[in-house]
């Protein structure tokens, strides 16, 4: 199993283009999260989905958006990047099994917005 | 609101030697869980450790050990014989339940480790 895959590993955007971080996971779960990692703060859940086409905000949802076709990819779109979206991104998926949630984070996407 | 936080921004802690990362949280759940996390150089986040709410026993991983205090709202982590490879950031985190089944987590701001040869 890879896993959970995230590409690409590094990017730079100038100020209002888009893209799209890809997130894949090959383990079956259901559960699905982004995450920033911004210097001095912990991670922040950005949005989440418990399974297929369902997708809810998390906890900074503004300036993205996400979709859940398959089980298996979660991407991430940034619509028009903004300097604040520089940050490093973190795609994880989970399980529960007996009532806990057992979770596994991807390698990491840096994206410089200029 | 839960909140976590890691009071001590960076450690430092000779080789072999042991050394204790302090969290603190705020919850007024009853069921939650609690983790430590590893994010080395690769800024691959990995689980060292992890507790249940509702077990007072201390969870143990080979080196890595927590000191859980529910009712002082504490979960700090002691690694013992620490090595180089020990080097890296921590975050503590705390989850509980959401009510579409999944776990809402909280990152602490996480504490540098260093460890000296």
């Known amino acids: 199993n890879a896993g959970v895959t995230q590409t690409p590993k590094f990017q730079v955007l100038k100020t209002g283009q888009s893209m799209t971080l890809q997130c894949a996971q090959d383990?079956?779960?259901?559960?699905m999260s982004w995450y920033r990692q911004d210097p001095g703060m912990g991670l922040r859940l950005i949005h989440y989905s418990v399974g297929a086409g369902i997708t809810d905000q998390g906890e900074v949802p503004n300036g993205y958006n996400v979709s859940r076709s398959t089980t298996e990819d979660f991407p991430l779109r940034l619509l028009s990047a903004a300097p604040s979206q520089t940050s490093v991104y973190f795609c994880?998926?989970?399980?529960?099994?007996?009532?806990?949630?057992?979770?596994?984070f991807g390698p990491g996407t840096r994206l410089l917005v200029l | 609101a839960q909140t976590v936080t890691q009071s001590q921004p960076e450690m430092s802690v000779q080789e072999a030697e042991t050394v204790t990362l302090s969290c603190t949280y705020d919850?007024?759940?009853?069921?939650?869980?609690l983790f430590w996390y590893k994010q080395p150089p690769s800024r691959q986040m990995i689980l060292v450790i992890r507790?249940?709410?509702?077990?007072?026993q201390n969870a143990t991983e080979n080196r890595f050990s927590v000191n859980f205090q529910k009712a002082a709202k504490s979960f700090s982590l002691k690694i013992s014989d620490s090595q180089l490879g020990d080097a890296a950031m921590y975050f503590c985190a705390y989850s509980r339940p959401r009510a579409s089944g999944t776990y809402k987590y909280i990152f602490g701001t996480g504490t540098r480790l260093k460890v000296l040869a």
């Open positions: 507790q249940e709410a509702y077990k007072q």
């Open positions: 919850t007024s759940e009853s069921d939650y869980y």
């Open positions: 994880a998926s989970s399980y529960l099994s007996a009532g806990l949630e057992t979770q596994y």
């Open positions: 383990m079956n779960h259901e559960y």
